[in-house]
């Protein structure tokens, strides 16, 4: 594993919230689309309950900062559609390397 930078982690630290907070919005524009559709209100509102609580526990929604976790938080993140990579473009080309990296083999 990379020794991290500390502009990286710096850097990693100013984005999270913004990442987090542009895919909630994403969320939310999903569960107003789903619920407008043409379903019984109470299969809308447990359909809805399950996907929030399954959408809580993601990494887009609710992380915990710790630079021993934060290459395997960003590829999560990259994974689950949260940031691309053109989200890393400020990082150092190591990290974006063994991000790139670790994706490839999953």
Same mark, same amino acid.
């Given at each position: 594993?990379?020794?991290?930078?500390?502009?990286?982690?710096? &850097?990693?630290? #100013?984005? $999270?919230?913004?990442?987090?907070?542009?895919?909630?919005?994403?969320?939310? #524009?999903?569960?107003?689309?789903? &619920?407008?559709?043409?379903?019984?209100?109470?299969?809308?509102?447990?359909?809805?309950?399950?996907?929030?609580?399954?959408?809580?526990?993601?990494?887009?929604?609710? $992380?915990?900062?710790?630079?021993?976790?934060?290459?395997?938080?960003?590829?999560? &993140?990259?994974?689950?559609?949260? $940031?691309?990579?053109?989200?890393?473009?400020?990082?150092?080309? #190591?990290?974006?390397?063994?991000?790139?990296? $670790?994706?490839?083999?999953?």
């Amino acid at each position: 594993m990379i020794e991290l930078t500390k502009e990286d982690w710096k &850097l990693y630290r #100013e984005k $999270i919230s913004g990442w987090q907070e542009n895919y909630m919005e994403r969320l939310v #524009e999903q569960y107003s689309k789903f &619920l407008s559709r043409d379903l019984p209100a109470s299969a809308r509102f447990w359909k809805l309950e399950k996907r929030i609580n399954n959408d809580k526990k993601t990494p887009g929604v609710r $992380i915990e900062l710790k630079k021993s976790t934060m290459i395997w938080d960003i590829v999560s &993140l990259v994974s689950d559609g949260v $940031i691309n990579f053109d989200d890393l473009e400020e990082f150092s080309d #190591e990290l974006k390397e063994t991000v790139r990296f $670790i994706l490839e083999r999953q």
